[in-house]
């Protein structure tokens, strides 16, 4: 059975600043509020610099949706 998963892109309906975690989210069906959270929680935790590059170079790769 294969079930069609929404394709990695950010959203224009949910957004913070870029819509990566969001676009996370909504491709394996997690919350984004908590997906945000957790994301936050692990920069500051790794001194910040890792996910603020990390979100850089996925908004920079993931197509918008449209």
Known sequence: MNVE???L???LDDRVL???V???ARRFGWSS???RV???VASVLSAAFPG???YLVLWLLMP???
Do not use: K, S
């Open 5 to 7: 998963r929404p394709r």
């Open 9 to 11: 892109a950010r959203p």
């Open 18 to 20: 870029a819509g990566v």
């Open 22 to 24: 969001g676009g996370i």
């Open 33 to 35: 509020t908590l997906l």
């Open 38 to 40: 957790v994301y936050v």
């Open 52 to 54: 603020i590059l990390v």
């Open 64 to 66: 918008e949706d449209g």
